[in-house]
């Protein structure tokens, strides 16, 4: 059972670049998460998807899009990466609302 | 949105109890306090959660305070690998968006 998937796992960036971080999730959950870490830092949520077809802002959404594509899948996009945007990003999803998170391993993003 | 305040880091020797404070003296009535630990260049792992009662799971306890302005999260005995950044988060059930992670204690484990 994969749980959480994430990929790239790394992925180097050069400013105004833009690229999109994919996540996939085998377990049925309703709802999905993006969340970055930056370094000695806890994590912040960008955007999440209560259920298949909604999505909504969490603390740090400026410079970043959504796309929740099907119940399995949350994508995380930016359109025009900059160095403020070097950092880990996670994943995560939920049954429901307060079951816990499922996290994937994370993309390690730096934007030169 | 409330917040919980942790020691930045603990220390314990292997085998011995580690017990894990967190306030939150800003706790709403629906508020569920959820563990959550994160190993060395790993994604967050659940450890435990609860509303009133102390809990108990295979990896931890969680005694709640009578007037749910703390907590702590209790490993009963310590072994390397929990070395990790343990964080403490209160989740409002009607939200997703109210999982704020903060920063953390960092629990060094020592033989």
């Known amino acids: 059972n994969a749980g959480v998937t994430q990929t790239p796992k790394f992925q180097v960036l050069k400013t105004g670049q833009s690229m999109t971080l994919q996540c996939a999730q085998d377990m049925n959950h309703n709802s999905m998460y993006w969340y970055r870490q930056d370094p000695g830092m806890g994590l912040r949520l960008i955007y999440y998807?209560?259920?298949?077809?909604?999505?909504d802002k969490g603390e740090v959404p400026n410079g970043y899009n959504v796309s929740r594509l099907n119940k399995r899948e949350f994508s995380l996009r930016l359109e025009s990466a900059a160095p403020s945007q070097t950092s880990v990003y996670f994943c995560a999803s939920s049954d429901i609302i307060n079951s816990p998170l499922h996290f994937g391993n994370g993309t390690r993003l730096t934007v030169t | 949105d409330a917040k919980t305040t942790q020691p930045n880091s603990m220390e314990s020797n292997e085998e011995e109890p580690v017990h894990l404070p967190c306030n939150h003296s800003?706790?709403?009535?629906?508020?569920?306090i959820h563990w959550y630990r994160q190993l060395p260049s790993q994604g967050p792992e659940y450890v435990i959660h609860?509303?009133?009662s102390n809990v108990n799971n295979r990896m931890a306890s969680l005694a709640i305070a009578e007037d749910r302005k703390s907590s702590t999260l209790i490993l009963h005995r310590a072994t390397l690998r929990d070395a990790a950044v343990y964080y403490c988060i209160l989740r409002d059930p009607g939200t997703a968006s109210k999982l704020t992670f903060g920063t953390g204690t960092r629990l060094q484990v020592t033989l």
């Open positions: 800003t706790i709403s009535g629906t508020d569920y």
């Open positions: 609860g509303l009133t």
């Open positions: 998807s209560a259920s298949e077809g909604t999505t």
